[in-house]
């Protein structure tokens, strides 16, 4: 199997192609170049609304706490009680009434830590944080959205560490269609799409990145972003709630370490957006969902350095998304790359 | 229908939906802000691979040329002879051959001018190249996708005017979909989507932007990014190549007119990332394709001014699209703008 050439690779989960081109790397960038993320956060600044006992733009004032923080977000894109926009019917000019919550999760009370660099209690602490949202806001909403944006290039207003979880009245588009693709899966072949990927992975092991007894970190197959990865667990699992503890401690262990490659890759606060996909809740509470399996995904946007990003424009965006190395080389890196964190190596 | 509030409104060309949360543009903004365009680039610079006369990467030296000037990419993501990477068959772990080319076309001999400060019959040379492109590449290629990126912060490495053409053996993922669901909907209507939507638009006039009367420029009413635009003919035109002598200057016409509101908006070169949507080409040439209708997307990224852009990001690539301002609203704001471009007014 020649991977050095361009060629497609297709993605499961989301019905599409992704078209690799390997030999595209070795191209020069005369492009935009990034600012490198601030290094020197303060741990506590009294103008930030997330650090504890500040006041936020709504007047509200933040306890003094010394773990996770979780409040309503100020400005929500989605609020509980929106009216119906009526519709005019016509196929073309389709709307539909949308509402929801819109709440943000402090993850420290520090604002100069970030995951890999907090403690394993600490991540676990967020983890049953994570469990405990999904757990109140899913008897009502059948989508509960936990992400969180990391950095400034990844649209974050904010460098204290937190993420954010949107629930909604309506499954949305990509939920809706990672939940036709692993439904289509589980019928014609009997097993979880990615119960059956992950086992696949960690037999190859060329695109695993980290893993441990519950869990695995793979760049997947169809990896879009340079170094965009999958966190799964190895068992089979619905939903963040279902995890033992056991699994939540393993979460924890592979969750620091493989966010400890990532910020050890070029060598700061590595950007991404992450986020959480399980079985959808609410009324889906009750159907059979056996085809779904938790995961987490990972999308950073750094392709060459701290400073050069992958720019998903023109083609990506009209045409098809297109990669610059393969994920078997993203896998290798990110692999190769010490498990100590840069930070806590220099001291 | 009160459209002040959030709600979900339905894309018929990729059968999605989006989020409008029209109160979030009262958050304030404390995140990342883009550098302005550099509005000061030198006529002809030496050292520019896309100038008139000079040397690129290759070694390959540029033809003096004085209106529109194409050659092949230096850097291509699709070459035409790429071996088949084989596939171990398993449906998880699915690769196909992909095979192309690509290609850059200078707009103007000048690194100093963009499409809205080019003439006219400029405009057109650039129009009648694109359809010529189509023409010769679409004897061979399913899919020959017409794109620009515009400005530094959409991926665009060089400041002089140009736009690439990639061309593939495989439908790729957007141009499938879209193909899907104007088959679908032609079937079920008969009559294709966009020329309904088009006269619709027309009719309704709340999100027309500019008009002519050969062509529509409107914030469709699914429109994603802030300020996006879709370019319409009027009359039932599959492919590019299929436009009059009089649909030509009137295209001319209409993106000059877009293209200086866009720039006349925050007073910049506004970046975008912009491609041709028109009937596959190749072996379907052949087919029946009354269902397609040509078409351009314009996806511009800013938000709230020349250094605010909207974030894509985390909510977005994990579940579901969401825009801050409602598209009547944008549509009324680059309606409002005046039609000389903000440069020629200074003078
Ligand atoms: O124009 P370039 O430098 O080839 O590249 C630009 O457009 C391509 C097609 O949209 C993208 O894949 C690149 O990420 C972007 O930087
Ligand atoms: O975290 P914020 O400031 O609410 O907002 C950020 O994340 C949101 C959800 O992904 C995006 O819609 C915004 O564009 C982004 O800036």
Redesign the interface.
Known sequence: ???E??????N?LRD??V???A??M???????VE?PPEEHIPRYDPRNPLCPGNTR?NGEVNSDYDSTFIFEN??????PD???????Q??????????GICKVMCFHPWSDVTLPLMKKHEVLKVIDKWAGLVEELGTKYP?V?I???KG???????PHPHC?V?A?N?L????ALSDRCQRA?YKK?GEP?LL??AR?EAEKKERVVVENSDWLAVVP?WATWPYQTLLLPRRHVLRITDLTTGEREGLADIMKRLLTKYDNLFEISFPY???W?GAPTGTHLKEDNSHWHLHA?Y?PPLLRSATVKK?M???E??????RDLTPEQAAEKLRNLPEEHYKTREN
């Open positions: 199997v020649n991977m050439h361009q060629h497609l690779r297709y499961p599409t192609w078209l690799v081109s030999h595209r070795k191209r020069p960038w005369a492009g935009q600012k733009a100020d400005f929500p894109a989605l609020q929106a009216p119906d926009p009526g519709s005019d016509h196929p073309l000019f389709q709307s539909k009434a949308a509402r989508w959205q992400f969180e944006n400034a290039m990844m649209g974050c207003s904010n954010q949107w909604s309506f949305p588009n990509e939920p899966y072949h799409l059956q990927y696949q197959y957006s992450m986020g996909h995904h999308y720019f424009v023109g083609y965006m009209l045409a098809q998304e297109q």
